[in-house]
Structure formats: structure tokens, C-alpha cells
């Protein structure tokens, strides 16, 4: 089935360090992949998505490309900061059950992401 | 443009009693619409969609039912509630018919059963 496995920490790094979060996907056909940000009390925010392979997605900073041969959507970021604190989701779409052209996103369990000064 | 209201953004309710939390989606027609539920402070479960009005697919049984009245609006309910339902409920729609679109989250509703 289709399904999105992302390293779930929780994974703490200091200041200005370089960030790397682990996505693998498995999907029938070609998803469109995803990287969403969740502030503590907050809903989702779409922080950067990539709709074809190669496609390379970028966002405050954060950046993921969609790697077809390694089904893969990794999240990298090159000096984090104290605000970058959140629970970080990778997931990608999917088509609904007899739902035509309609599409749902099904996630991973979201990485914690704890930023010290 | 697009906005997406969610409410009660908390709720603390006793065992036993009912639920309904609302949804409304403006600026747009004929969405998606979305339940999902936080548990243990990340994972995110979809519980229903809709893709019209009427139209409701469940993913998981539950406690819980949806229902669409209106085009831009999805409720969840519930007639008894369990102290398994508290979490951390979130509304989301996207547009219908656009594989490449995102979904766009309500602020959630934070439910606690006491």
C-alpha cells in the first residue's frame, strides 16, 4: 500500500546547525510529496512541496527534492534557528476511494524538532 | 481568498456526554473536506472526508460520525464520549480535482474527556 515512513525523533540540535529529516515513501504512480510545519497549539502549515521528480522544493530556508530512484523527500535546512522549534510531517497525496479526481494526503508521524540557543 | 475556521479551539468535556465540532471553509466551492485527530502529541489519523455534501467516507470505526449539511461545512460528532476520544482534532480541505494541491488546515480543536 501506499505509505510515508519519516525518522521520528525527537532530534535536538543547537543553534546554526545543518538539519537533515529522513522521508521515504511508498506509493503506486507518481505522489506529489510534501513537507508541513506544526507549531506547538497550531494547525498544519505547508512549508515546501515538489509535484514531479527532480522537482526541488524550497521554502525559510528549508529545502526537499523528490528522488523517484530512492523514493525519498528529505528535509534539509543549513543553520537552524530557535523559532524552527515544531513537529515537522512528510507526507504526499493520494487519489480517494471512488473519488475520481480527488485527493487526500496521508502523513508520517511527524518528527519533534527542538532548536537550543 | 481562502480561509478555514475551525471551533472551539479547546474543549473539556465529561465522559458520557456529546460532541460537535465545526467546520467552515470560505472563498471557495466544492471542496475536500477533512477530519483528522492528533493523538500522543504527533501522529495524525484521518478519520473522515467528503468530497460533496452528504458524502462522508470513514477510515477508521469509532466513537465518532461526520456529517456535511452544507457545501463549506463539516461537523464531527458524537453521541457518548469515551476518554479515548481526547486529542487534538484538526479540519482541512483542497480543492477538488487538482492532484498537486496541498491541504490547508483549520487552527484545531484541542478536546480533552474528564
Known amino acids: 500500500g501506499n505509505s510515508v515512513t519519516q525518522m521520528e525523533g525527537p532530534v535536538t540540535l543547537s543553534e546554526e546547525a545543518f538539519l537533515t529529516i529522513n522521508c521515504t515513501y511508498t506509493?503506486?504512480?507518481?505522489?506529489?510529496l510534501f513537507w508541513y510545519v506544526q507549531y506547538p497549539g497550531e494547525g498544519l502549515q505547508l512549508l515546501l512541496k515538489?509535484?514531479?521528480?527532480?522537482d526541488k522544493g524550497s521554502n525559510k530556508g528549508f529545502e526537499a527534492t523528490y528522488r523517484k530512484e530512492t523514493t525519498s523527500f528529505h528535509l534539509e535546512k543549513g543553520s537552524v534557528q530557535v523559532s524552527d522549534s515544531a513537529v515537522y510531517f512528510c507526507?504526499?497525496?493520494?487519489?480517494?476511494?471512488?473519488?475520481?479526481?480527488?485527493?487526500?494526503?496521508?502523513f508520517g508521524k511527524g518528527t519533534l524538532l527542538t532548536v537550543n540557543p | 481568498s481562502q480561509t478555514i475556521h475551525q471551533w472551539p479551539a479547546t474543549l473539556v468535556q465529561p465522559v458520557g456526554s456529546p460532541l460537535s465540532l465545526e467546520c467552515t471553509v470560505e472563498?471557495?466551492?466544492?471542496?475536500?473536506l477533512y477530519w483528522y485527530r492528533q493523538a500522543a502529541g504527533r501522529g495524525l489519523q484521518l478519520l473522515f472526508y467528503?468530497?460533496?455534501?452528504?458524502?462522508i467516507s470513514s477510515e477508521v470505526p469509532q466513537n465518532l460520525s461526520a456529517s456535511r449539511p452544507q457545501d463549506r461545512q463539516f461537523i464531527l460528532s458524537s453521541k457518548k464520549l469515551l476518554l479515548s476520544d481526547s486529542g487534538f482534532y484538526l479540519c482541512?480541505?483542497?480543492?477538488?480535482?487538482?492532484?498537486?494541491?496541498?491541504?490547508?488546515f483549520g487552527q484545531g480543536t484541542r478536546l480533552t474527556v474528564v
Open positions: 482541512a480541505w483542497n480543492p477538488t480535482g487538482t492532484v498537486n494541491t496541498e491541504a490547508f
Open positions: 506509493a503506486t504512480g507518481y505522489p506529489s
Open positions: 515538489a509535484t514531479k521528480a527532480d
Open positions: 507526507a504526499l497525496n493520494l487519489g480517494l476511494r471512488g473519488g475520481g479526481s480527488n485527493y487526500k494526503l496521508t
Open positions: 472563498g471557495t466551492s466544492n471542496p475536500n
Open positions: 467528503s468530497v460533496g455534501i452528504g458524502q
